[in-house]
């Protein structure tokens, strides 16, 4: 009997490094941005959606091969002003150009522009905010240069500079990140003065910590999901200034297609053919609205604190 009981139990054994062993699961932090993103299943739609959107607006221009210079053959009044249809998706326009590829071809100029100036406005604005913010010395001269250039508008601004530098991409491109950086460096500034004073930057600053290395260790890893943010209102909105711009002739000019462009062309026949305007300007809008949303929900996921 007692020979069974003793077969029930056994000697544990002991591991004095056991105690440092932590139990908790390990913690990845871009895997949990990426956890969290894809489990709202309507955000996953809209980003396939939107890769979608940018990948065939950078491929079918060059399929296509339409140029805006290269007159179609006026003379064929048959293929003017065609209904959409399964031969012409988006139908022809005043010229007997197909709208289908019109529209792309803009959307194609407008999305590269505006990511490129938001990644120029990034790279120049993130690194100067974040030592306009630590550095009180240089904010006493930084804060007047943006007082003065805050009191311009952007618009204006743009086309002041559009005259001066001419129609082109990469005149524009110039024109809408001359000033827009300093907006981002500005920003940037605030969310570093928020969290510069905080106990474990205190401790290395006396510690003897270089201050770059503060803020690229310290301080702008807590503003990621910040900047998202940021990110995610800026690019549809230099679309819309360049879609602007392009609409009141001052953006790319007549030799690149631009959104802009074609919505100021197909105004004239709103009445007769009101799916000429109505299309570019419904392509906008998806484009916009789906680059807010999932850069609103990316920037959601990486805040650390919806990481459960």
Same mark, same amino acid.
């Given at each position: 009997m007692d020979t069974e009981r003793n077969d029930l139990?056994?000697?544990a054994s002991f591991d004095e490094y056991e105690s440092e062993h932590i139990a908790a699961?390990? !913690? =990845? !932090?871009?895997k949990s941005v990426w956890r969290t993103f894809y489990k709202n299943k309507f955000t996953v739609a809209i980003t396939? #959606? #939107?890769i979608f959107i940018i990948t065939f607006a950078l491929i079918q221009p060059l399929i296509s091969g339409y140029s805006p210079v290269i007159a179609p053959n006026i003379n %064929?009044? =048959?293929m003017k002003f065609l209904k959409p249809s399964a031969e012409h998706i988006f139908g022809t326009d005043h010229v007997g150009n197909e709208v289908f590829d019109a529209v792309w071809a803009g959307a194609r100029n407008s999305i590269i522009i505006g990511f490129v100036c938001c990644f120029i406005d990034m790279i120049i604005g993130i690194p100067v905010g974040a030592l306009w913010g630590f550095s009180k010395k240089m904010d006493k001269w930084m804060i007047e240069v943006y007082n003065v250039i805050s009191n311009v508008p952007f618009l204006l601004l743009c086309m002041i500079l559009s005259y001066i530098l001419g129609a082109g991409m990469r005149p524009l491109i110039i024109t809408m990140t001359c000033t827009e950086w300093i907006f981002v460096a500005y920003f940037i500034r605030t969310q570093v003065m928020i969290i510069r004073d905080r106990e474990y930057n205190l401790a290395s600053k006396c510690l003897g910590t270089r201050t770059w290395t503060m803020i690229t260790k310290n301080i702008l890893p807590y503003l990621i999901s910040v900047i998202m943010t940021y990110v995610s209102r800026t690019i549809p909105q230099l679309i819309s200034y360049e879609v602007f711009l392009s609409y009141m002739g001052l953006g790319l000019g007549t030799t690149n297609a631009s959104l802009g462009q074609s919505i100021s062309l197909y105004t004239a !026949?709103? %009445?007769g053919y009101p799916h000429l305007f109505w299309i570019p300007v419904g392509l906008l809008a998806i484009i916009s609205i789906s680059l807010y949303i999932v850069g609103q929900k990316l920037a959601d996921a990486a805040d650390p604190r919806t990481h459960m």
């Amino acid at each position: 009997m007692d020979t069974e009981r003793n077969d029930l139990f056994e000697f544990a054994s002991f591991d004095e490094y056991e105690s440092e062993h932590i139990a908790a699961p390990r !913690y =990845s !932090y871009w895997k949990s941005v990426w956890r969290t993103f894809y489990k709202n299943k309507f955000t996953v739609a809209i980003t396939i #959606l #939107l890769i979608f959107i940018i990948t065939f607006a950078l491929i079918q221009p060059l399929i296509s091969g339409y140029s805006p210079v290269i007159a179609p053959n006026i003379n %064929n009044a =048959s293929m003017k002003f065609l209904k959409p249809s399964a031969e012409h998706i988006f139908g022809t326009d005043h010229v007997g150009n197909e709208v289908f590829d019109a529209v792309w071809a803009g959307a194609r100029n407008s999305i590269i522009i505006g990511f490129v100036c938001c990644f120029i406005d990034m790279i120049i604005g993130i690194p100067v905010g974040a030592l306009w913010g630590f550095s009180k010395k240089m904010d006493k001269w930084m804060i007047e240069v943006y007082n003065v250039i805050s009191n311009v508008p952007f618009l204006l601004l743009c086309m002041i500079l559009s005259y001066i530098l001419g129609a082109g991409m990469r005149p524009l491109i110039i024109t809408m990140t001359c000033t827009e950086w300093i907006f981002v460096a500005y920003f940037i500034r605030t969310q570093v003065m928020i969290i510069r004073d905080r106990e474990y930057n205190l401790a290395s600053k006396c510690l003897g910590t270089r201050t770059w290395t503060m803020i690229t260790k310290n301080i702008l890893p807590y503003l990621i999901s910040v900047i998202m943010t940021y990110v995610s209102r800026t690019i549809p909105q230099l679309i819309s200034y360049e879609v602007f711009l392009s609409y009141m002739g001052l953006g790319l000019g007549t030799t690149n297609a631009s959104l802009g462009q074609s919505i100021s062309l197909y105004t004239a !026949y709103m %009445n007769g053919y009101p799916h000429l305007f109505w299309i570019p300007v419904g392509l906008l809008a998806i484009i916009s609205i789906s680059l807010y949303i999932v850069g609103q929900k990316l920037a959601d996921a990486a805040d650390p604190r919806t990481h459960m």
